[in-house]
T-cell receptor, first 114, second 115 residues
Framework: AQTVTQSQPEMSVQEAETVTLSCTYD???????LFWYKQPPSRQMILVIRQEAYKQQNATENRFSVNFQKAAKSFSLKISDSQLGDAAMYFC???????????FGAGTRLAVHP | DTEVTQTPKHLVMGMTNKKSLKCEQH?????MYWYKQKAKKPPELMFVYSYEKLSINESVPSRFSPECPNSSLLNLHLHALQPEDSALYLCASSQDLYRMNTEAFFGQGTRLTVV
């Protein structure tokens, strides 16, 4: 089975500051992919960043970066220079070919304060 | 066009009604998905279609009936729903089922209320 755990139901950050959202996962697959999705009040799930498990280098997309620790099965998301538009629900997810499904964590609600 | 379009955006239906949710994409994706999302919860997978054939059914009650009439369209037919079926229904697509590693595109969802 695959599971994803996000231990922080809510987080808050001041505008322009940095925040890190935590995610741990469990999978028996050797080849899998990890994702962070953002769901703003508009409800649409938007891909923030993606990491292939076989790549040791941490993925980066502009202000968003991940800290991928494969042995610890940890996949945290760092948001630098936080903006008001970053306020949303953030979901960590894992996908593997063995299960052919995207499994989401419970989500972390991020508030950004001016 | 990198959009997944879902209609309607909101739907209120009685427990004896029959209604359908529609999802459309024109990205040439061959895998399409239905997810159910309750308030403050993550999306839960319901169905997966791969090359217009049902690939995964997550033991969803028969009052939900999916249909994939062509590679661009995915429908979810609803009949005799219960109030606990009220939720946000999300459609998604990806290049194909085995390449979820590329990107899954999600629609804005249909907010369904069963009264």
């Amino acid at each position: 089975a695959q599971t994803v755990t996000q231990s922080q139901p809510e987080m808050s950050v001041q505008e322009a500051e940095t925040v890190t959202l935590s995610c741990t996962y469990d999978t028996s697959e050797s080849d899998y992919y990890l994702f962070w999705y953002k769901q703003p009040p508009s409800r649409q799930m938007i891909l923030v960043i993606r990491q292939e498990a076989y790549k040791q280098q941490n993925a980066t997309e502009n202000r968003f970066s991940v800290n991928f620790q494969k042995a610890a099965k940890s996949f945290s998301l760092k948001i630098s220079d936080s903006q008001l538009g970053d306020a949303a629900m953030y979901f960590c997810a894992v996908f593997s070919g063995g299960y052919n499904k995207l499994i989401f964590g419970a989500g972390t609600r991020l508030a950004v304060h001016p | 066009d990198t959009e997944v379009t879902q209609t309607p955006k909101h739907l209120v239906m009685g427990m004896t009604n029959k209604k359908s949710l529609k999802c459309e994409q024109h990205m040439g994706h061959r895998a399409m998905y239905w997810y159910k999302q309750k308030a403050k919860k993550p999306p839960e997978l319901m169905f997966v279609y791969s090359y217009e054939k049902l690939s995964i059914n997550e033991s969803v009650p028969s009052r939900f009936s999916p249909e994939c009439p062509n590679s661009s369209l995915l429908n979810l037919h609803l009949h005799a729903l219960q109030p606990e079926d009220s939720a946000l229904y999300l459609c998604a697509s990806s290049q194909d089922l085995y390449r979820m590693n590329t990107e899954a595109f999600f629609g804005q969802g249909t907010r369904l209320t069963v009264v």
